[in-house]
């Protein structure tokens, strides 16, 4: 299954657009992309999914890129309560199934 | 709301205990998971269920076991607890593969 990889880190500013990418080179054709947003002392927290090309929903888009070796969560407007760790999880939806993380983006939105 | 419950917040045990952890959800949720979370390390599944009484190893089930008799319930066990077994654990559901709703973690520490 695709091992996934991520900045360990990234600060923006309040109003930004903030795009994160998880690296997950040997993604296969059953493997699905999310993303999880997690505030400290909680558990994470479902914030889109997707397979190719874009999807967008009320608080994030997903970009992903024809070869899917890739995907770009995109935070429009970030504001300071978005300051989180924010993870890649890929998922394998058939056959043997297998749920890999990355390590997570630690975001933080300045004023 | 979906709901998932753990039984405790913090939890303090002396090595070579028998340790359960459990969780609930009250979603009718097919598939529940129990992930440990370490520094630098990001999120690691240990076992996850699709079904009652069904059980598939994660990436980390060694000197874990688990326990689905009723759809809501899922335990993890550790049967002869260790210090390297010190972490967050977390547990989840979901309908689908790819939206699992976490709950808040359960702090174990092994002395």
């Known amino acids: 299954l695709a091992k996934t990889t991520q900045p360990i880190s990234m600060d923006s500013y309040e109003g930004q657009e903030v795009n994160i990418t998880c690296s997950h080179n040997?993604?296969?054709?059953?493997?699905?992309i999310t993303w999880y947003q997690q505030f400290p002392s909680q558990g994470p927290r479902f914030i889109i999914q997707?397979?190719?090309t874009k999807v967008t929903n009320e608080v994030a888009s997903l970009f992903i890129p024809a070869d899917r070796k890739s995907s770009t969560l995109s935070l429009p407007r970030v504001s300071l309560s978005d300051t989180a760790v924010y993870y890649c999880?890929?998922?394998?939806?058939?056959?043997?199934?297998?749920?890999?993380f990355g390590t997570g983006t630690r975001l933080k939105v300045l004023a | 709301d979906v709901k998932v419950t753990q039984s405790s917040r913090y939890l303090v045990k002396r090595t070579g205990e028998k340790v359960f952890l459990e969780c609930v959800q009250d979603?009718?949720?097919?598939?529940m998971f129990w992930y440990r979370q370490d520094p630098g390390l990001g999120l690691r599944l240990i076992y996850f269920?699709?079904?009652?009484?069904?059980?598939e190893k994660g990436d980390i089930p060694e000197g874990y076991s688990v326990s689905r008799e009723k759809k809501e319930r899922f335990s993890l066990i550790l049967e002869s607890a260790s210090t390297n077994q010190t972490s967050m654990y977390l547990c989840?559901?979901?309908?689908?593969?790819?939206?699992?709703?976490f709950g808040p973690g359960t702090r174990l520490t092994v002395l």
């Open positions: 040997n993604i296969a054709t059953n493997d699905y």
């Open positions: 999880l890929v998922v394998r939806t058939s056959g043997t199934y297998k749920y890999i």
């Open positions: 997707g397979y190719k």
């Open positions: 989840a559901s979901g309908g689908s593969r790819w939206e699992q709703f």
């Open positions: 979603m009718d949720h097919e598939n």
């Open positions: 269920s699709y079904d009652v009484k069904m059980k």
